[in-house]
């Protein structure tokens, strides 16, 4: 029998003694011995609480990997930190579990609920009936084509395509961090997704003026949500939601998002300046209840909206939540408001957390001040009623009042574009700039909504142009 021939060393790392072995050791690395083509790093990693370091060998196909996982090992030992996986561990790292880390590592970001509940529905409809069980060593480009086709056959816009790559890219970035991918491989990289064609001047996430409602269509709305949903309404559906008109208003003139008009409460209306105090949104969880939450962006802004509005249709309303009378003069009324504030900012200053105020010191939600409330639950409507009797009002105004119908192609939360352009840049002259802070915005995230480059000069060329 031949004699076997030792490995050949190529290289070794310091001696240690980690791990509870009474002998040094090091880190090595081996070059192929006859009849193989792989080199061969040994390292030692913990096997579990107080038991022995085991013995972990890594193969590579090339001198330049095997040497990177050398070099990886030494770092993670100098480092204290985890050594390379065996080939069992990597093989049991799949995007499964990936994805389950994903979500993990979101939730410890402090992401809401609505937007967590979209990547747990893009991972279980998407990423993983289609490469779940492919280990996150093995993730490639091809694998990625695979979810982005299957996407496309549910995900008809733009947008929701564009989510989805974004959250692979997400995952990507989270193997890398998590040394589960090597960063030398980009299982994106050629993957494309079919660009939607851009008006020139506009960005990717420009608002067509068409899809931005007029003033006119606006009021339609709100007078024949007044009338469906007022105290004469006849349908007990749509009188559950009895300042429905009045929610339309305060979205179409002061641009709210809709959670931030269910969040909105008695102590947020400063009467005396003319501006509601933006700051918090009702979120609703799926299959949990519903709870009052931080503002988008964590941006506390003012909003301020038509008096009209605020003294007639606010103020009787705030009068009955704070429970004073019909006859109830406007300082009285700015006293109780005070008084609440200041109630709650004490109670705020007793508590350990010093990020406690006002207006954001926990209340349970069924002892709320909600302007906007459903009279059954007596807490803000949930989104998909909202809706629902919004598109019964839009039926409404198409039948009773067919000049100022709302189009189909114009959705709800446009209102908010409405306000934005028609109402605080065009009507009240107000810059971006403030038109940006109204809306609790990025100034770029409004200039990439609201304007496209070049329109003013086109309007003038084809002035110019009219009588030639």
Not at 83 to 109: H, N
Not at 285 to 303: C, D, Q
């Amino acid at each position: 029998m031949p004699a076997r021939t030792k490995p050949t060393v190529l290289a070794q790392g310091k001696p240690r003694t980690s791990g509870g072995s009474s002998r040094p050791w090091r880190v090595r690395l081996y070059a192929p011995s006859a009849g193989s083509n792989k080199y061969q790093v040994y390292v030692k990693a913990p096997a579990g609480e107080g038991e022995p370091w085991k013995r972990v060998l890594r193969r590579a196909a090339s001198e330049e990997e095997a040497r990177k996982i050398f070099a990886q090992a030494e770092a993670a030992l100098d480092a204290n930190k985890e050594t390379p996986s065996g080939a069992d561990v990597r093989a049991s790292r799949t995007i499964r579990m990936l994805g389950e880390e994903y979500l993990r590592d979101s939730r410890e970001r402090g992401k809401q609920p609505r937007t967590m509940e979209g990547r747990e529905s893009r991972l279980n409809a998407h990423i993983l009936p289609t490469i779940g069980d492919v280990p996150v060593t093995k993730w490639r480009v091809e694998h990625s084509r695979l979810v982005m086709e299957k996407g496309r056959k549910t995900l008809f816009s733009q947008r929701g395509r564009e989510d989805l790559r974004g959250q692979l890219a997400a995952m990507r970035k989270l193997a890398w961090r998590l040394g589960w991918l090597d960063r030398s491989v980009d299982p994106l990289d050629g993957l494309e997704i079919g660009r939607a064609e851009v008006l020139h001047g506009a960005t990717a996430q420009y608002v067509d003026p068409r899809l931005r409602p007029e003033t006119r269509q606006v009021r339609a709305m709100a007078a024949g949500a007044d009338l469906l949903c007022g105290l004469e309404g006849t349908d007990p559906l749509m009188t559950r939601l009895p300042l429905f008109g009045t929610k339309i208003r305060v979205a179409g003139f002061g641009g709210l998002r809709l959670g931030e008009q269910n969040g909105l409460r008695a102590i947020d209306v400063f009467l005396e300046h003319g501006y509601v105090h933006v700051n918090g949104s009702w979120i609703t969880p799926r299959k949990a209840p519903g709870f009052r939450g931080p503002v988008k962006n964590h941006v506390l802004h003012e909003v301020p909206l038509p008096k009209s509005l605020m003294h007639d249709e606010l103020l009787p309303r705030v009068k009955e939540l704070l429970d004073l009378p019909a006859k109830a003069s406007l300082q009285q009324v700015i006293n109780a408001q005070e008084d609440e504030r200041q109630r709650r900012a004490t109670l705020a200053q007793r508590e350990k957390d010093k990020a406690l105020a006002w207006w954001n010191y926990p209340v349970p939600p069924e002892e709320e001040l909600w302007l906007f409330v459903d009279t059954v639950t007596g807490l803000p409507v949930k989104p998909e009623m909202h809706n629902e009797r919004w598109h019964r009002v839009r039926r409404w105004v198409d039948e009773n009042d067919p000049d100022n119908a709302w189009p189909r192609t114009i959705v709800y939360r446009n209102l908010r574009h409405h306000a934005a352009t028609k109402w605080f840049h065009e009507e009240l002259g107000e810059p971006w700039e403030v038109v940006a802070q109204y809306l609790g915005d990025k100034l770029t995230t409004v200039l990439n909504h609201s304007v496209r480059a070049g329109a003013d000069a086109l309007r003038d060329s084809v002035g110019k142009l009219a009588n030639r």
